[in-house]
């Protein structure tokens, strides 16, 4: 038996899925680090990072996954600025899971999410392109019989500087890759980057044009057949009879089979076939008790965690409710963020192939390990046998990693099929029903005021669902039950610390777990977090008579990162001039991923307050490191569009225990007809702190940016999301 | 069985009339570029061009496309060249996940074709696609760009 087949299944879940919570697992690095493992002699490979050819072709692998959000464009130049070969020869690649495992994880988490791609993995990238330079400079000098120290590169050309010859890495790869690999590895000093903090295009553009780029729907196998699927809509259910005759005799129909204890999915030689098979299908459900619950009953147990006894302590300083006791003036609101789906354009899907010998998947993953995980356990065979195949993936915002389900399902549909390649894709129907919801939470905050209008307590109460409570209980065990995730951009210092200096301040949560799945969701707990903060911050401005700007200044004089990103969007947009005619300001600011984040909106708002018209915000960011601002520019804009049709439009609300909107029609998405103009300010400040997100961390300032804005031109405060529930449309 | 004329290619198809478009022409056809995001001609990812117009293949069914021409986003590119909206995707770097983009350049590919030189509000009428990712900003650019080039 070898190390992997060793390796205790419960921690590599653990390990390998934990996404959004700040768990990255500090891997050692490539070209024989401890615990690497070389490829086989017959791998052209300097290293697990870097493949170079013949012909100068550079293949960069890595295992973060790309799902539009340009990792992949970023990693490479990451790896190509240390590298120094010619960014025209680049190519990626993804290794498998398999692969990675077999050669003791030599590339580290494969995890993608919790804006972590690059900042979490731009070290060890880069050591793997400067070993790799150094071995092929080396293999250049030992051809030529001259000292290492002479030699110079630039663009894959390896020049002697005294007696002018020069080689191409493809011509040394071969001599390079049999040296050893360097035992110590120095980075260029952030000053001398020139690939690094460029505005590079993205690598995979072309076949995204042309409809050439494969995605998981597309895939096509020999032999392959297609399943659809349905599971009990309420969660928790179970099947208790299906009439597969009914629908055995359609066309194309191959197999109707139970998938697990709550699903049924039809076989056929069409996907179509599948789904209209499926349609047809008559399937009882044993529903349980979750049939009973409603949005209003959620709700109800949610408004009473707001005044309960019990709750988990994230963040405090001083005595605040001594302080809320005694204060000259309090201010008090109650907000609430509902559930939400991420709807990726492209729905759940795997492919999987199984045999006697192997299981095989096919899938749009954010986090291959733990597609690999779902694969060994829903197979049963050992992890040896199982490997997982990377497709790009058509959206991901949070779903596609921690949560494999679609992957279990694949395989124990092929379980049932051995030898046939499965294709299962859910409608757009089930990918609705059955997401894992964006937590829904309700806050009560309470802020006082002594005589002289100084902020001098904060009570933040929040209640609803944990995530890790369903996901990572392990980490709730650590934690003495508390949930540390839910006080993302509240917390006590760290990569989503709180900002603003308050003697007194109480941040707590009365856990309130619901039987609704929920999961990670673009930005994770910042969406609701930043909202209940930022607009309440407002509010207190307001109470107190201050400008919100200023008023939030005297509170942030202890972290001038936060306030640098606020002072820059509310000088960009002219905050504290009269805005044009009609048009209306709010402003908002988080710590987030490790970056810090501020948004000023520009709005204007019809006579009777429904219909809003978002002109244009400021977004200003400062990642510590910019690796591309052009991506960076449009994942900023990106964000936008995924939280400001989440502010608007979306909310999935429960009725009779499963989600009632089960597409576009009742769960909108941003037009671009409603896109404002997004102008972004990237302001990286450089130095030795953690490097932070960016996928993530800008989506959280436009809501409550807008609803700032929203105030100031009604005078109506909105309190709840999304907006449409007030009968307030984005136009 | 249905016929359907394809990017200018003659299909014969063994498929149920009352099959979508979209799933003939992904699953029949083997044209995996249009994509299926809603089924209910809500999103626009699966947006092709039946003689010129941009239709929504989801929600027509094979027996009212034959004798049409459909266009696909693999019809698009002739000889590996790819027509100045594809150009302008390109140059203006504006997919991110890339999947509704195939059906997002079908519809600018038509109105470009009705409208030559289309104004903001052209775009904001004709152009209902949805795009998750939220490339909108560079979308527009694009369209500009292309009416320019």
Redesign the interface.
């Known amino acids: 038996m070898n190390e992997i087949t060793r390796i205790d299944r419960r921690s590599f879940l653990v390990s390998a899925a934990a996404v959004g919570g700040g768990l990255a697992v500090g891997f050692d690095f490539p070209a024989g680090g401890r615990g690497a493992v070389r490829a086989n002699a017959s791998t052209p490979e300097l290293n697990a990072w870097v493949v170079i050819k013949p012909d100068d072709t550079v293949v960069i692998r890595m295992v973060r996954s790309e ?4 990792t992949i464009t970023g990693l490479a130049q990451l790896v190509v600025e240390e590298l120094e070969c010619d960014w025209s020869k680049v190519k990626t690649e993804y290794p498998t899971p398999g692969q990675s495992l077999a050669r003791k994880r030599v590339w580290g988490d494969f995890s993608t999410g919790g804006s972590r791609g690059i900042r979490m993995s731009h070290e060890y990238v880069r050591k793997g392109g400067a070993a790799a330079r150094m071995m092929l400079v080396q293999a250049a000098a030992n051809q030529w019989n001259v000292p290492v120290g002479e030699c110079t590169v630039a663009k894959g050309v390896i020049t002697h500087g005294a007696s002018k010859r020069t080689l191409r890495y493809g011509e040394v790869a071969e001599a390079a890759g049999k040296l050893e690999p360097p035992k110590d590895v120095t980075l260029k000093d952030p000053k001398d980057w020139k690939v690094i903090g460029q505005p590079m ?2 690598l ?12 998981g ?2 895939l ?1 196998l020999p032999g392959m057949l ?1 399943a659809a699927i349905r599971e009990c809509p309420v969660f928790g259910g179970k099947v208790t009879s299906f009439d597969a005759a009914k629908v055995s005799g359609m ?1 194309g129909v191959r197999k109707v089979v139970q998938v697990g204890d709550s699903a049924v999915a039809v076989v056929a030689d ?3 076939q599948a789904k209209s098979a499926l349609d047809a299908l008559p399937i009882v459900f044993d529903e349980g008790e979750n049939k009973k619950v409603t949005s209003a009953t959620i709700d109800k147990m949610l408004e009473e965690g707001l005044s309960a006894e019990q709750a988990f302590v994230g963040n405090d300083n001083g005595d605040a409710k001594a302080a809320l006791a005694s204060a000259v003036k309090k201010v008090e609101a109650v907000y609430s963020y509902p559930f939400q789906n991420h ?5 759940m899907n795997a492919t999987a192939l199984y045999t006697a010998d192997k299981c095989e998947v096919w899938v749009p993953t954010q986090d291959g390990e733990a597609s690999l995980a779902a694969v060994i356990s829903s197979s049963g065979l050992p992890a040896e046998k199982c490997d997982v195949h990377k497709l ?6 949070g779903r596609r990693g921690a949560f494999q389900d679609y992957v279990v399902q694949a395989v124990r549909i092929a379980k049932e099929m051995p030898g046939t390649p499965i294709k299962l ?1 859910w ?2 129907e089930e990918d609705m029903r059955q997401g894992r919801f964006h937590p829904i939470m309700q806050a009560k905050l309470v802020g006082g005021f002594d005589a002289q209008n100084n902020l001098t307590s904060l009570h933040i109460r929040l209640s609803g669902q944990s995530i890790l409570a369903a996901v990572r209980p392990a980490i709730l065990q650590q934690n003495k039950g508390m949930d540390p995730l839910v006080f993302q951009g509240l917390a006590k210092g760290g990569e989503h610390g709180f900002g603003y200096s308050i003697p007194n301040l109480l941040i707590d949560h009365a856990m309130r777990n619901t039987h609704v799945p929920p999961g990670f969701w673009r930005g994770v707990n910042i969406n609701q977090n930043c909202v209940f903060m930022e607009c309440f911050m407002d509010e207190l401005a307001q109470a107190a008579g201050q400008d919100e700007l200023e008023f939030r200044r005297k509170l942030l004089g202890k972290h001038p990162k936060n306030l640098a990103v606020l002072n820059a969007v509310a000088e960009k947009i002219g905050w504290g001039k009269p805005p044009p005619a009609g048009r209306f300001y709010g402003l908002a600011h988080m710590k987030a991923f490790a970056a810090y984040v501020a948004a000023a909106a520009e709005i204007s708002v019809s006579a009777d307050g429904k219909k809003v018209k978002v002109h244009r915000i400021i977004a200003a960011t400062d990642p510590i490191h910019a690796v591309n601002p ?1 991506q960076i520019d ?1 994942q900023v ?6 939280g400001l ?1 989440a502010l608007f439009n979306q909310s999935c609300t429960v009725k009779d225990g499963c989600i009632a909107e089960e ?3 009742t769960y909108d ?5 409603q ?1 404002p ?2 102008e972004s300010i990237i302001m990286p400040s450089g130095g030795s702190d953690p490097w932070g997100g960016v996928g993530e961390p800008t989506i959280c300032v436009a809501a409550p940016a807008v609803l700032n804005a929203y105030f100031k031109a009604t005078g109506k405060r909105i309190r709840s999301v999304p907006l449409k529930d007030h009968q307030i449309a984005m136009v | 069985m249905a016929k359907l004329t394809i990017n200018g290619k003659s299909y014969d198809l063994d498929v149920d009339p009352q099959t979508p478009l979209l799933w003939a022409i992904r699953e029949q056809a083997g044209l995996t570029g249009t994509k299926y995001g809603c089924g209910i001609a809500q999103c626009g990812a699966c947006t092709v061009h039946m003689d010129g117009e941009a239709m929504r293949s989801c929600s027509m069914v094979v027996a009212d496309a034959e004798g049409k021409q459909i266009t696909t986003i693999e019809g698009l590119a002739q000889g590996g060249v790819l027509t100045k909206v594809q150009q302008a995707w390109v140059d203006h770097d504006v997919p991110q996940c890339g999947y509704c983009q195939a059906g997002m350049i079908m519809a600018v590919s038509a109105l470009l074709k009705a409208k030559p030189k289309p104004t903001d509000s052209d775009i904001d009428d004709a152009i209902t696609n949805i795009c998750r990712c939220g490339t909108f900003q560079q979308v527009r650019e694009a369209i500009h760009a292309a009416a320019k080039a």
Not at chain 1, 343 to 347: K, L, N, S, V
Not at chain 1, 637 to 642: E, I, K, M
Not at chain 1, 669 to 673: D, E, G, L, P, Y
Request: aromatic share 12%; charged share 25%.
């Open positions: 799902m539009g959000q340009g295009k993205r995979d553009t072309l076949e995204k044009v042309t409809g050439a780029q494969i995605y729907t597309d096509k297609n066309k069409t996907w179509w709807a990726p354009m492209e729905p790009n993936l058509g959206g991901g915002f894709i409608s757009r052009a449009r804009a990106g964000s936008f569009v995924y049709s597409n576009f029609d998405s941003m037009r671009i007809a896109m103009k997004v």
